[in-house]
């Protein structure tokens, strides 16, 4: 059974940092794409940040200089550090990973299949 879960979530004052992990299971994370997507109340979901199969990575503007995507292959693992951290980053955070083309990176949650469960991030000013 494939398994993605997210952690590291939580809340934290503007200009603070957060490590979000997600452990992937009954699957394996290299060779594939891994993304972060994030949905705020009320607004579509977002995509963050992408890396490709063999380390091409894409950041959404907003994000760009505050937030690195990274791929710990023997745990598994996909991470996003974040810096800088913002009101407007608050959302709930979610880690996707994609099969098809694996190393093209994609902010669009339609190039996504495994989805794990969120994390919320909250950023108070």
């Known amino acids: 059974q494939v398994q993605l879960v997210e952690s590291g979530g939580g809340s934290v004052q503007s200009g603070g940092s957060l490590r979000l992990s997600c452990a992937a299971s009954?699957?394996?994370?290299?060779?594939?794409?891994a993304g972060w997507f994030r949905q705020a109340p009320g607004q579509e979901r977002e995509g963050v940040a992408s890396?490709?199969?063999?380390?091409?990575?894409t950041y959404t503007d907003s994000v760009k200089g505050r937030f690195t995507v990274s791929r710990d292959n023997a745990k598994n693992t996909l991470y996003l550090q974040m810096t800088g951290l913002k009101p407007e980053d608050t959302a709930i955070y979610y880690c996707?990973?994609?099969?098809?083309?694996?190393?093209?990176?994609?902010?669009?949650?339609?190039?996504?299949?495994?989805w794990g469960q969120g994390t919320q991030v909250t950023v108070s000013s």
């Open positions: 890396l490709g199969a063999f380390g091409a990575v």
């Open positions: 009954g699957y394996t994370l290299s060779g594939n794409r």
């Open positions: 996707a990973t994609g099969a098809v083309r694996p190393t093209l990176v994609s902010l669009r949650p339609d190039d996504y299949s495994r």
